[in-house]
């Protein structure tokens, strides 16, 4: 029998510790290690349960003589879906502490010699192994398929985290800064395939410099976080999400009190920290007492 084929088999426990010691000697900072595993693999074959490993390694791994030995050793294996990232030399070195926009840019150099369908499932990789890869992807036209599979990966119990697709950082882990106006290119996710079953969704600090009035396909909705953004209004629509039960707002630029709160009486938390009109020395008049009348029982922060 073909050695090659031996990884074919139903996995042995000896095969399970091979894979795990395969898979150590390449992420060895010792270039003899890795060279270890290669030989094992020209040796023994290329286990398929190693190539979306090998696929990042040939990307991520800081020593680029590795990753052309990587690169050659697929691509004896005719991998063809794989075949035009395997030849695409580029690296994603350090990618641990390489900012999202950057990553996405490199990406977006790549596409017209990759592909968009296999540079998103490279996306897909890089996401699940460093949970970073999927702005660009997020950023292909709504309804597409690619699209779709990100919005799904940041999806988990209803639970729809935006900011940790689109990457840029969380100002609420202590971090300073105000959010910036950028450009992002990315859709407002109302073609979320679960969009009526989502009950929270975090924009926090997405660059959103307005709220879609189609956010009342999130007609579940109970929770919503749009903190560090440059909102300056919200839609009308907004008054169709009939569960909303929190809404943070802080640090945007609102300057007029959103008129469509009066109409959102299931909120029970609502965070308006940070914004321009809360600079001066009336804050309390800010909110109409309109507001509490409509909705009594709503805790709202403003300091």
Known sequence: ????????????????????????????????????????????????????????????????????????????????????????????????????????????????????????TLGYLLFQRFEKGLSFILSYPQNNPYRIKAMEMITHDGYLDFHKGVGYTNRKDGSLGWSTVVKTGIAFPDDHPQAASLTSINFHNCKLTSVSPKVKVFENLEELDLSHNQLKSLPPAMAHLPKLRKLDLSNNQITTFPTVLLKMTSLEELDLRGNISNRGNNIENFIPEEFFKALPNCKVKIY
Not at 20 to 35: M, P, V, Y
Not at 38 to 63: A, C, F, H, R, W
Not at 101 to 115: F, H, L, Y
């Open 1 to 120: 029998m073909n050695p090659q084929q031996d990884f074919l088999l139903e996995e042995t426990e000896e095969q399970l510790q091979l894979l795990a010691n395969i898979r150590r000697l390449l992420t060895s900072d010792e270039e003899t290690n890795c060279k270890m595993a290669i030989e094992i693999m020209k040796g023994g074959g290329v286990p398929p349960q190693l190539v979306e490993d090998l696929i990042i390694y040939s990307k991520t791994l800081s020593n680029s003589a590795i990753r052309a030995a990587i690169r050659k050793l697929l691509e004896k294996q005719a991998l063809f879906e794989w075949n035009t990232i395997i030849q695409d030399t580029t690296a994603f070195v350090n990618i641990e502490t390489t900012k999202e926009k950057d990553i996405r840019a490199k990406m977006a150099r790549m596409v017209q010699k990759v592909g968009w369908q296999e540079l998103a």
